[in-house]
C-alpha cells in the first residue's frame, strides 16, 4: 500500500508516510529512522523587494536541507505561488531518495520563495533573487547545499545567485549552483539531461519487458525541457511519438507526430495547438490513448483515481515530480502498467548537475559525448538496481526505488557512525 494524499494530508505527509513503508520493507529499527527520516535544517527569510514602483513587496522563502549524510545537499529552488514549508519539505526529502537512487554523492535540499514569477519584471526578479541568496546563504556553498533550476527558476536565476554569494565571499565560486549558463561554469548536456535520463530509463524498460523501441507508441503530456527532448530522443530511435500536449492543447497523429517539426513549431508560436499535420484532441482522450509508453512530464497530479482506470499505456515513465498519485498508483498496478517512478526517471537532471559541479570544481570542463555518456551509464545502472529489487523482493517499482534510496542513505548514516 502506498499513502493517499487527501484534504487532511499534505505532500509532506505523505512523504513521511512512503518512507515508513519503505523503512518497513527494509526492516530498518526506529532509532536509524529517527536518524534520516526528517529535515536537518529548516531555514525560513524574509525577502523585502524594492518593486518598479518603489514600493517595497516583502516575500516569504526558505530553504530546507533534508539529509547530508551521503554529501552536500542539492536540490533546485521553485518560485510559484503555491510554495509552501510543507511543500519544500517534501521536494528535499524526495531529493535524498533520488540522489541516492542514482548514486552521486549529494543528500537532499530544496527552496523555494512564493511569488508569482510571472507578474515580475526582469528588475524585480533579480532583486528578489538576490536579496534570497543572500537571506539563505549561511546554508549554501560548494561544499555544504548546492541550488539549481527548479519550477520557473532558469540558468539566469542561477547566475545571480552565483554572483550574489561570489561577492559576499570575495572570489568567484562557480560550484555553488548548478544550471548555471555554459559561459559561466554549466555543463554542456545539462539542459537535454532530463529528458535524456527519462529516454534511457524507458529504454531498459522496454528491455526487461521485451518492447521493441522501433514502431513503439509514444504520448508525451507536457512539450516543455523534459518533455520535448525525450519526444525527440524516442523519435530519433524510431518510435512513433502519436501525441503531445502543453497547456494550450493536444495534438495527436496516429502515423507519429513530426516531432523536430512540432518543436520547430512551438518556438515559433509559443504552443503545440494548431500545428497543421495533427488533429486535436482533449485532454482526457490524450491520457487514455492506445500506446506501449506515457509520459507524463507536466505538472504533479496529472494522473488520479479519477483517470487512471482509462490508461492504456503498457509503461509509465514519470518525468514529472509526482504526476501519479497514491491510489492512482494502486489502481495501474492492479492493471499491471509498468511504472518508471519520478525518483529514478527524472534524476537525469540532477545526475549531469553533479557532472556540473564536478567540473567546476575541477576547473575542467567535458565534451557533451562525456557527459552523456556518463549520465547513460548512471541512469541503466540506476534503472538495473531498482529493477533487481522490484523482481527479488515482489515489490512494485515505486517502493522499489525507494528501497534503494533510503536503503542507501540508512547504509551511509550507518558506517559514518552517528547511529550509536
Ligand atoms: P517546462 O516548464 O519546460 O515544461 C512543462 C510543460 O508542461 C510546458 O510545456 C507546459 O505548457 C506543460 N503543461 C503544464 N501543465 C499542463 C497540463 N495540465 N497539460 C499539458 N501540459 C501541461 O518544465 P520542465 O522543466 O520540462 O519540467 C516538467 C516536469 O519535470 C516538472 O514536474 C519538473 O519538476 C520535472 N523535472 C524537470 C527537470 C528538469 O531538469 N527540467 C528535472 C527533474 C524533474
Redesign the pocket.
Known sequence: MLATPTAEKNAYEVALENFDLAADALGLDDSLRAMIKYPERILCVSVPVRMDSGKIVRFEGYRVQHSTTRGPAKGGIRYHPNVTMDEVKALATWMTWKCAVVNIPFGGGKGGVTCNPKALSLGELERLTRRYATAILPLIGPEKDIPAP??YTTPQIMAWIMDTYSMNVGYPVHGVVTGKPISLGGSLGRNE??GRGVFYTTLSSMQHLKLPLGGARVVV???????SIAANLFHQGGAQVIAV???RGCIYNAKGLDVPAVIAFKERTGSVAGFPEAQKIA?EELLALDCEVLVP????N?ITADNAHAVRARIIAE???GPVTPEADRILDQKGVFLIPDILC?AG?VTVSYFEWVQDENHLFWDEQDVNGRLEKVMTRAFSDVLAVHVNKRVNMRLAANMVGIGRVAEANRVRGLYP
Open positions: 527548479d519550477v539531461a532530463t503530456q507536457g512539450f516543455g525541457n523534459a518533455g500536449s502543453d497547456t485532454p512530464a507536466a505538472l504533479e496529472a518525468a514529472a515530480n527524472n537532471g
